[in-house]
């Protein structure tokens, strides 16, 4: 058993000490006699004596109308919402914690990357949008019997450095391939970014294999543009804004998939083992035939297509980030440019990998702020003191804020590298540790930290190293130039993207 593992079977079986569940008790007795009355509700804290409270807009309401004005009505990103509701404040003032109430139900909110609780205590990542993800690992308890199966058949690839090492080669080839053909082309920076990314997941051996109609012939097309472009937006708009009805009309996604896999049945056919889709067939056990892909139901399509999804959509909004950053910042990338052309030292974290990770950090590829609900009453240590916090309480976590942590980083607002090299433990940092399940100084591949993050993302290995070897084919071979570039966050989209993603000119070097 591993310490993280030993410290979470520890924390599952923290007594909870009697006065505190007394307390508990008695004031979810009071919710339930009181609940009606507004100076019940509004004049007491859920938590009192160690946990800040912040109240509604006024006595007679909760966050939950002003919450849905500002994030749905006037499409503000959830974390403008903490930030100028006062609730951000209130957590500062309080150790990076608060509660406060969202229609009507108790929520405790944080702005730090540091785990409160056990993940055997939360619901799914994905459980408000079970329907749209299918049979999809995320929608799985942590003890369901088939999760551990299904997370390995993506982390095997994706989340292994050596795998990752023995297609760089191929990544590469790849993404020369592609960028021959945008050469003098002024292109939107964002499908820029988007197009490159899946054109590279499509041809790379032994991850989707969709060589005989590539990612990129769906996402220009009529039929399939939306799902494939929107699928994770719809997602994210219908969890980090509490907004079930974002889910409308979105069961493209089972259609897309059959054809996807029917259009490179033969390329499937001839793939590695390591390739998603295969593993995905061996854990059904079935066999990869067409009547047997015919035959598939719909959750399994929709599981299948959030592997299919996820494996570019993420990182190509982390990639748009870390070349907006880029060219807006000319200092950096002039160090950019010298050493992609140069070339660096792999023992260690490259100039290149550090832009990456200082891209996820500021930008990311997550929503500002997320949140999983309490399945089971736990105790919560916070500055001293403790208090179990009740099942159905929602565990917010603003991913934006927390990234920008004056505790951690020199300069948490601006794009910087000293950034990265304030959470370097050591000159041997790579990916793996920076990224491991029990580093928590950054959050971009979690929706809230827990203890040892059984749920951060299985392919973020691949996807930070992709980015780093797009950039380095990127600034090696080209010159690069960039406009129309505004770094705030755009409204009505729950994924973080641009306000206004630019355009972009490559053009090659002349010798």
Known sequence: MTNSEQRENALTRTPIPLWLSLWAQVNRWGERLLGTFWLFRYFSSPFPGVLAHHFGPNLFQDHGNAFRQATVDRGEPTSNYFRTSGISACADAN???????????????????????????????????????????????????????????????????????????????????????????????????????????????????????????????????????????????????????????????????????????????????????????????????????????????????SIIIATYETTSLSLLWAIAFLETSPTIKARVVTEARCGSNQEKLSLIDKVVLEALRLGGSNPTALWRCTTAPFVLHHQGRSVIIPQDTMMWLDRRQANCDPLIFPNPNQFDLANIDAILKSNRENFNTILAGNRYDINSFSMINSHGNPRKCPGRIFSVRMQSLLLSELYSRYEVSAQGIDLCLKHYKTMPRPAQPGTIVIKPLVE
């Open 95 to 305: 150790g990076g914690i608060c509660s406060f109430r969202l229609n009507g139900q108790i929520a405790i909110y944080q702005n730090r990357n540091t785990p409160l609780m056990s993940d055997k205590v939360l619901t799914p990542s994905t459980n408000p949008v079970t329907g749209l993800f299918g049979d999809f690992v995320g929608t799985l308890p942590n003890d369901h019997p088939l999760r551990p199966g299904k997370r390995a058949a993506v982390e095997r690839s994706l989340g292994n450095l050596n795998f990752v090492a023995r297609i760089e080669p191929a990544v590469r080839k790849h993404a020369v391939d592609y960028l021959k053909s945008t050469v003098s082309q002024e292109i939107a920076l964002d499908d820029f970014a988007l197009f490159l990314v899946a054109h590279v997941d499509s041809f790379v051996p032994g991850i989707l294999d969709f060589t005989q109609t590539p990612l990129t012939t769906y996402l220009a097309s009529t039929e399939y543009s939306r799902v494939t472009r929107d699928f994770i937006e719809i997602a994210s708009e219908a969890i980090g804004k509490v907004n079930p009805m974002a889910m409308s009309n979105f069961e493209t996604i089972v259609p897309f998939v059959r054809q996807v896999l029917t259009d490179n049945f033969e390329a499937l056919e001839a793939a590695p083992d390591s390739n998603l889709i295969r593993r995905h067939f061996a854990l059904w056990e079935r066999s990869l035939t067409i009547p047997e892909i015919n035959n598939l139901d719909s959750a399994k399509l929709k599981e299948l297509g």
